[in-house]
C-alpha cells in the first residue's frame, strides 16, 4: 500500500516512504467506503478533534503522538449556560491560550508533552481516499488559494455572517475579488436562511468538490499547468476522468465528492501533543484490579479507535500475575491499591502545581478525562502497576470575557470556563449567576491620584440594606454605570477592581483614561450608579475538581461510577452545611466538621462511600468487606470533602480568590502535602508495622529504589 502523498508541505501528512517522518495514521484497509479515513483518539469536544499521528523511520513506527485539530463543524452548546459570547475570536483564543500554556508548562514531569513540528496553524486541507493525498484546495474560480475569510466588511457586504461576533466560517479566495466583481464563497454545511447577495454566491462543501472539475478542464499555459499540477494533484491524476465526467454539471453529483474529504474544510490550528495511553480512569479501575481485557473492551465500544493500539500496548506488558506486590493478600493487597490510587492522584495533584506555577492560571479543567497516564516499561523485579505517569492535558479550557455592548478594549482582561468543562467536577465558585451580577450603589469618590495622563481613582460604593457584597473579592472586576452626570460627563462608565468587600460597603480602584481621565474628578465626590459583578477566577476553583478526582480514583468500580458517587457527595455537603452554623461566614471548628462529615457519610444507606469501593470487581469487594484501617479510610474522605467544601476553617478555600495572592503553587503544594501524609501511612501499615518480616521488608525497598519516578515516600516540596 502506497504511503500517502502530499502537494504542499505540511509537518504531520508524511511523504517518502523512507527516512524519519511525522504522519497522521489513517484507517486500515480500503479508505473509499469510509466517510472518515482519519483515526479518531477522541471526538467529544466542541471545537476540537484529536487524531492519531506517529512518528516514524522507514516502516518502523517510533513513538505515536496526538494531533489536535479545529473541527470543520463546531458541536452547539445545547443548554449550557456560558458566561461569555462564543465567537471566531474567541475560538482561536482557546486555541491560543492552550499552546501558551503547554509551551510554559509542558516539560513539567506531569504535564503533557508539546511537539514542535514547525508551525500550529495551516490553510484547509482536503485529503482523496484513493490516492491518499493531502492538498490545500484551491478556488475553483481564480485558482488562488481558498482561505477562511475574516474581512467583516466583505462578508456583510456579500450578506454573510461577519467572522468577529459569530462562530461561522466561509472560504474565499485570497486576496478576495474587488468589490464589485463576482466571488465564491463556500462554507462545509449549509445555514437555513442564509442568503448571499450582490455578485456574491455561496456553495457547500460538496460543490467545492464539483466546482474542482473547472481547474481539471481547464486549459492552461504549460507555466500555469505546472504550477496547479503542484498544488492541485487532481490536476494529472490518472482518476480524473472517472472523477470528474466530463458531463456533470455544477449541480451533479460526481464520484470526486466521495473521494474527498476536509482534514479541516477551513483554516486551522493544531497542535502535537504527548498520545494518552490511558485517562486517569482507566488506570484507577486497573489499580483496584479491572482485567486489562474489560479496559480495552469498554474503549473498544467507544468512537475513540485511535486509542486502542496505544491501549493495548500500554496494557500488554501489565499481566495481572505479579503486577501488584500483594495481591491475594487478604490485608495487603487493599492497602496496596489504596497507596498506588493514592499515588495516582498526588501526580495529578503536581502536574496542577506545575501549571499554577508556570502560568499563574487556574486549570478550570480538573476530571478524569482530562488526565493521560502513561506505562512506561517495568525493569526486572518491579511489579507492574508500580510505575506509571499521570499528567495533565486539555490546557486550554478557559474563554476570554467577552459582552454585546462592552468594548473589549475598555474591559478588564477577564476568562470564563469553556463550554467543554466537565459539569460534574466544576468548582461552584463557577456558577454563571455569579457573574455580571448587578447592584444599586451610592458611589463616593475619596480619592484621586494622577499619573501621568492617567488618573487613578479609588472609590467606595454602598449598597442599600439587606445587600451583601462579601461574595465580591480582592481583585474582582466591577463596571460601574452612573445614573446621570458626573464630572462634567453626561453619563460616565468605568472599570474599577475590587479592593476590599464588607457587608455593606466595596472599596474600588479605577484607572480612568481619555475623555474619562480629562473630566472634573475631584475628592469628596458622590453619584448614583448601577454596578456589575465579574468574577477573576482563581487557583481556588481547581480545588473541587481535585476532589472529584479524588473520589472517581478511590470509590469507582464496576458497579458505581462518579455521576452516582458526585450526587452523593454533593448532597452530603448540603446538609453537612445546614448541621454546621455557618451563619455571617463564621470559622467552624476542623474537629466538629470532621466528625459532622463523617456521620453524613455513615448514614449513606447505598454504601457508597464504603472503603471496599476501592476494589473494582464485585467479587474481589466481598472478599474485604473492611479491607483499610476505618481512620486511614476516614481521612482519605475528609480530604475529599475538604476540597469539596467551602466550609472556612474546614476546607482548604472559602472562596473563589482563595490564596491567589500566595506564590502560585502553595495551594497545590497544601494539598500535596496532605496526600503524602495518608501515603506515608499506608507506608507504614504494609512494611513498617509490628514485627512482619523483615526480609520482606528488604525485597520492598529494593523494588522501591529501582522505579525511576520512586513510589518511595518523599517530601511534597
Known sequence: MSRPTISSALPWSGGSETGLRSELVLAAGDLEPLADPFVPISDFARYARV????????????????????????????????????????????????????????????????????????????????????????????????????????????????????????????????????????????????????????????????????????????????????????????????????DSGPDDPIPAEKRLVPLSFYDFRFLAIEAPELTFGELCDVLGGAPGATVVARAEGASTSGRLPLLQGALATRGEPGAWLFRGDAVLFPLEVLRLKLVAFEQACRGLRSLHDACHAPYLNASADNLLASLPAVPAGVPAHWLFSVKLTNLGAVLPWREDGVDPAAAPRLTVPSPDVNELCASPFMVPSAFGEEHAVRVSVTKVVPEGERLMVRLEARVPAGSRLVEHRTGDAARLTSHGAVAGLPLVQLWADVEESTTQMLRLTAELAGEAASADWCAPLTFDASVAFYRRFGLSCDLYGLGMLLLRAVLSND???????????????????????????????????????????????????????????????????????????????????????????????????????????????????????????????????????????????????????????????
Open 51 to 246: 487524531l492519531l499521528a506517529r512518528f516514524a523511520l522507514d516502516s518502523e513506527t517510533l513513538q505515536y503522538f496526538a494531533l489536535k485539530i479545529q473541527r470543520s463543524v463546531y458541536r452547539p452548546l445545547g443548554r449550557l449556560r456560558i458566561q461569555t459570547r462564543i465567537g471566531n475570536p474567541e475560538i482561536d483564543a482557546l486555541w491560543r491560550t492552550e499552546q501558551e500554556r503547554l509551551r510554559r508548562a509542558g516539560g513539567s514531569e506531569h504535564v503533557q508533552r508539546l511537539y514542535e513540528l514547525g508551525g500550529s496553524e495551516s490553510l484547509p486541507v482536503t485529503f482523496c481516499k484513493k490516492m491518499r493525498c493531502y492538498f490545500h484546495p484551491p478556488c475553483p474560480q481564480t485558482r488562488a488559494p481558498l482561505r477562511t475569510c475574516r474581512d467583516d466588511q466583505v462578508l456583510i457586504e456579500a450578506g454573510l455572517r461577519p467572522y468577529e461576533t459569530s462562530a461561522e466560517r466561509y472560504l474565499a479566495p485570497s486576496p478576495v475579488p474587488a468589490e464589485g466583481e463576482p466571488a465564491t464563497f463556500y462554507r462545509y454545511m449549509a445555514h437555513p436562511g442564509e442568503q448571499p447577495r450582490g455578485h456574491a454566491a455561496l456553495r457547500i462543501g460538496t460543490e467545492l468538490y464539483r466546482d474542482f472539475g473547472k481547474l481539471v478542464r481547464a486549459e492552461l499555459e504549460p507555466p500555469e499547468a505546472e504550477e496547479l499540477a503542484a498544488r492541485f494533484p487532481c490536476q494529472r491524476c490518472e482518476h480524473r476522468e472517472d472523477c470528474y465526467p466530463q
Open 559 to 717: 458497579r458505581q461510577g462518579l455521576d452516582s458517587v458526585g450526587r452523593a457527595a454533593q448532597g452530603i455537603l448540603r446538609r453537612l452545611s445546614g448541621t454546621l452554623d455557618l451563619r455571617n461566614d463564621a470559622v467552624v471548628d476542623a474537629e466538629e466538621a470532621r466528625r459532622a462529615l463523617l456521620a453524613e457519610v455513615e448514614r449513606d444507606s447505598e454504601g457508597l462511600f464504603a472503603a471496599h469501593n476501592l476494589l473494582y470487581s464485585k467479587a474481589e469487594r466481598g472478599a474485604h468487606p473492611d479491607p483499610v484501617p476505618a481512620d486511614l479510610w476516614a481521612d482519605t474522605l475528609v480530604l475529599a470533602f475538604r476540597l469539596l467544601s467551602t466550609i472556612p476553617g474546614f476546607a482548604f478555600c472559602r472562596d473563589h480568590a482563595d490564596f491567589d495572592r500566595e506564590p502560585p503553587g502553595i495551594l497545590a503544594g497544601k494539598v500535596l502535602g496532605e496526600v503524602h501524609a495518608l501515603i506515608e501511612r499506608i507506608y507504614v501499615e504494609m512494611f513498617e508495622r509490628g514485627q512482619r518480616d523483615t526480609d520482606i521488608r528488604a525485597v520492598c525497598r529494593d523494588v522501591l529504589a529501582k522505579l525511576p519516578n520512586g513510589l518511595e515516600p518523599r517530601s511534597s516540596s
